[in-house]
Structures are given as structure tokens and as C-alpha cells.
């Protein structure tokens, strides 16, 4: 077998698993932006308790590995759940995954959306309201269009990141690039190892790649509006 013989194989059994990886990637994505969105909310708005608590779980998320959060979802929401009352269940690598990743994402994206809010003048909150905006209309008319252009840059090294950390959720027995590329290297003995992470690096590269020039195409379309 040639070595391009062997790339096109390898290549092909890889892209087989590559949906599993953008499933996870766009439900914890979805997760993370809802969960920041609600974090930003309290922590601006400074609810005694609540926003403290909201702070330190940021700096919980923002300090503790990815991998480490991946083990305490899979591993510990079996047995905390029955503490609670609510009853015994095993949730699946996937479900751990995308609720590990989101939470942990989260916590990122909520330091974007909050210095986001932070930039737009004071003067533009009390122009708004000395014309009569409720508050939803001012947020939305007024603020978000303000907002947009500063989170952007960040939101999408975010999004890169989250990119970065589906490498991990092999870990924990899903059969994604990296675990069909572990699995590989075994049936070899590791004589293809080399060969597989170039493969594996190009992957990841591409949806880097391509998640980049999305977020800057978006950036664009907002400066010009």
C-alpha cells in the first residue's frame, strides 16, 4: 500500500466520525451562548448572591481543565442526581460531552459578552430611555447593534477553542477523530501514528479554519450595517 493509498483509507474512516464532532461542537456551542447570555444578564445586574455566585463560576470554569469537567459530567451527574431525588440514571458519553463542553464554554464567553455590554457609552443607555424605550426594545435597537461588533472577534476565538477541546471527549469512550484515530494507531501498533495525527491536525485546522473565516465574513456584514 502506497502512502497516498494509505491517506486516501485513513482519511475516509475519519471523515466518517467527523459529523459526531460537529454535532457536539454546535450543541455545546448552543449551550455555552444560552448559559452566557443568562450568566452576563445576572452578573450585570449585580442580584445579591446570585451574581456572586454567577462570578465564581465563571472563575470555575475559566480555571478548571476541560478534561476534568468532562470526567466530573460522565462520572458525576450518575451519582449526584439520586442525591437530589431525582431518581437513578446513566447519562451517555454524548450528553456529557455536549454539557461539560457548553458549561465549560460558557464561563469564556460570558468574559466576552460582558466587556461587550461594558463598551457601549452610558449616553446611549440615557438617550434610550429619555425617548421612551422599554427595556427589551432598548436592548435590542440600541444595545445588541453596539454590542455585536465588540464581541465578535472574541466569541469566535471562543468558538476555536471549543473546536480545540472536542479532541478531549474521546476520553471518555465516544468514537469521534480522535477515537477512531487511537483505535487505528492500535490495529497498527503504532506504525501509522505519525501519519494519523498529520491527518488528524489537517482536520481540526480545516473546521478552525473555516469557523474563522465565518465569524470574520459576520464581522464584515455588521461593520458595513
Given amino acids: 500500500m502506497t502512502l497516498e493509498t494509505g491517506m486516501q483509507e485513513l482519511l475516509m474512516e475519519f471523515l466518517k466520525t467527523l459529523p459526531i464532532n460537529i ?39 475559566r480555571s478548571v481543565p476541560g478534561l476534568i469537567l468532562l470526567f466530573i459530567a460522565y462520572f458525576g451527574i450518575p451519582k ?3 442525591l437530589i431525588g431525582l431518581g437513578t440514571y446513566d447519562i451517555s458519553p454524548m450528553h456529557a460531552a455536549i454539557i461539560s463542553m457548553g458549561f465549560y464554554h460558557s464561563g469564556y464567553i460570558s468574559e466576552v459578552f460582558r466587556p461587550a455590554y461594558l463598551a457601549v457609552e452610558k449616553s446611549q443607555h440615557e438617550a434610550a430611555d429619555s425617548l421612551g424605550y422599554t427595556p427589551m426594545q432598548k436592548f435590542f435597537r440600541i444595545i445588541l447593534p453596539q454590542m ?32 477512531t484515530a487511537e483505535l487505528s494507531i492500535a490495529r497498527s501498533y503504532g506504525t501509522n501514528q505519525i501519519l494519523i495525527y498529520f491527518i488528524i491536525a489537517l482536520m481540526f485546522s480545516a473546521m478552525c479554519f473555516t469557523t474563522d473565516g465565518l465569524v470574520r465574513k459576520l464581522e464584515k456584514r455588521v461593520a458595513i450595517r
Avoid: C, E, W
Fill in 80 to 82: 449526584v442526581l439520586p
Fill in 148 to 179: 455585536v461588533p465588540v464581541a465578535l472577534p472574541g466569541y469566535g476565538n471562543a468558538l476555536v477553542y471549543l473546536i480545540h477541546d472536542t479532541s478531549l471527549i474521546f476520553a471518555i469512550g465516544i468514537v469521534d477523530i480522535m477515537g
Fill in 23 to 61: 454535532i457536539i461542537i454546535i450543541l455545546s456551542a448552543a449551550l455555552g451562548l444560552l448559559f452566557a447570555v443568562l450568566l452576563t444578564f445576572v452578573r450585570l445586574k449585580r442580584i445579591p448572591v446570585i451574581s456572586q455566585l454567577a462570578d465564581l463560576y465563571v472563575s470555575f470554569a
